[in-house]
């Protein structure tokens, strides 16, 4: 337990980050309490601010109209005093937002070279090195990627699909037993084809751009409600400008032949078969209820039907796995030849069971290492793929991120897109979050569906309305 005690508020939220990022996992109290481990006191004065941390202090000037710069001086400042009491410094320095790479695409667009962000970024953040390089790499990467495509006369559509077989034990995404849900599919079906019609006819005049089903995993749902909601899709939008059309089938357990027959006679260009990890040992952990086979068996499976790019996710830093681990799920996913790989550090989740039954798996050990980051890395590359995105979490494994790589040719257009916040998104379905872009302002907003399905089908005049009031404003 550590205190924040603030004099100010207004740099809350930037503290309680970057000590969260020491320190995964820590409860945070804002009074002084019995048993805190120590305490973060914050005094703000005429253009100084005063940071206090367990005996160390630092005084340090700030700019009285400019927020932005003095909030990179008080976590500078505060993360040399963690830096000092931890003994340890972070691979991504000061940087705490999800989108680090949005800053080196911020600066290649006002023409800054590469030495110049790596510089700023040093200065700025204390960003380590080569996670300066692969963030410079991939913005490089995603502005190619992204050069066909308009921001402000296209737009994305993503479905959402808030089923699965099981709930895995390190997620918090919505989701629910497919199995609770299977009686009752055409009562949501119905509710999100009265969102596709209104946004479909709302967003003409549009280009769009990608299509993405997630969720959840949208497999979960039977070959003949998944060809409706495609068909439905297919209908109501002009599918002639579509870049990529990506269809989650995450999970092994919920892929059939004849739900994969159902998207190739529809066209999608891109789906994912995701293991986590090639050891059965963890699958059973963390409630996969699939078998290593299962995902060679499916895989195959795809490849005889033709998908011809198939993305497959990884989690490292699940409960019990060491170096050995991954190196023997790369070795089995090398075997296999994906045409892209999401590598992932395992987030603890406040919402997830992992979190919340902590007691039961924290003697498993999780671990997470640069040596595991870098093994990782080396086994795409060896792959012939380049990184291509990248995202943080809060309370990652280890601080580090999470990378999408891909061969040449076989990038998902619409993950740069939601990272990068450059484009608008129109989401349809419980628990989905649409995110409209004024390029032109510098400006974005947001509207979110409830997360509650049986809530969903019941206002889902007011989710319209919501999106109404949002998407009115551009076209």
């Avoid at 497919?178 to 599919?185: C, D, S």
């Avoid at 799920?329 to 395992?346: I, M, N």
């Avoid at 257009?413 to 989401?427: D, F, G, K, R, S």
Wanted: charge should be negative.
């Amino acid at each position: 337990m550590i205190g924040i005690l603030l004099q100010d508020n207004g740099f809350e939220q930037d503290i309680r980050e970057l000590l969260m990022a020491f320190y995964p996992g820590e409860k945070f109290v804002h009074q002084e309490t019995e048993g805190a481990e120590f305490y973060v006191k914050g005094t703000p004065g005429e253009g100084v601010y005063r940071l206090e941390l367990d005996g160390d202090e630092a005084e340090f000037p700030v700019p009285e109209d400019d927020r932005l710069e003095t909030k990179n001086r008080i976590k500078r400042n505060l993360y040399q005093l963690l830096k000092k009491r931890t003994g340890r410094s972070l691979p991504w320095g000061t940087l705490t937002g999800i989108r680090p790479t949005k800053i080196p695409l911020t600066k290649l667009a006002e023409g800054w070279s590469r030495e110049q962000i790596t510089d700023f970024m040093k200065k700025t953040y204390f960003a380590g090195d080569d996670k300066i390089a692969l963030s410079v790499e991939i913005a490089e990467r995603e502005r190619e990627l992204l050069s066909r495509i308009s921001y402000k006369n296209g737009y994305s559509l993503y479905v959402g699909i808030p089923f699965c077989p099981t709930t895995c034990l390190y997620c918090s995404f919505t989701s629910y037993p497919i199995g609770k849900w299977e009686k009752r599919m055409d009562e949501y079906l119905g509710a999100l084809f009265q969102e596709l019609e209104y946004t479909a006819d709302r967003m003409k005049g549009k280009v769009l751009d990608t299509v993405y089903f997630g969720g959840g995993t949208p497999t979960s749902l039977s070959a003949d409600h998944l060809d409706q909601v495609i068909s439905k899709v297919e209908e109501l939008f002009d599918l002639s400008g579509v870049q990529e059309f990506t269809v989650e089938a995450g999970r092994p357990d919920s892929i059939t032949r004849e739900k994969l027959e159902v998207l190739r006679r529809h066209g999608i260009t891109r789906i994912s078969i995701n293991p986590q990890t090639m050891n059965q040992k963890t699958l059973d952990v963390i409630g996969r209820r699939h078998t290593v086979e299962m995902v060679k068996e499916k895989f195959a499976l795809a490849r005889e039907l033709g998908f011809d790019n198939i993305n497959m996710d990884l989690i490292i830093g699940l409960p019990g796995e060491d170096m050995e681990d991954v190196k023997h799920t790369l070795e089995e996913v090398k075997s296999l030849g994906p045409d892209s790989l999401t590598v992932h550090s395992l987030a603890l989740k406040r919402a997830a069971r992992l979190n919340l039954e902590w007691d039961q798996y924290a003697d498993m050990g999780m671990v997470n290492t640069q040596e595991m980051i870098d093994l990782t890395a080396h086994a795409a590359r060896e792959m012939g793929m380049e990184p291509y995105y990248l995202y943080r979490q809060k309370n990652m494994a280890g601080n580090f991120e999470n990378v999408g790589y891909s061969l040449p040719g076989k990038a998902c257009i619409y993950n740069i897109l939601i990272m990068e916040e450059m484009q608008t998104i129109a989401a349809c379905g419980a628990g989905t979050t649409t995110k409209v872009v004024f390029p032109e302002e510098n400006r974005r907003e947001r509207t979110e569906n409830v997360k509650d399905v049986d809530q969903y089908i019941q206002r889902i005049g007011e989710m319209i309305g919501r999106k109404e009031k949002l998407l009115s404003q551009i076209v």
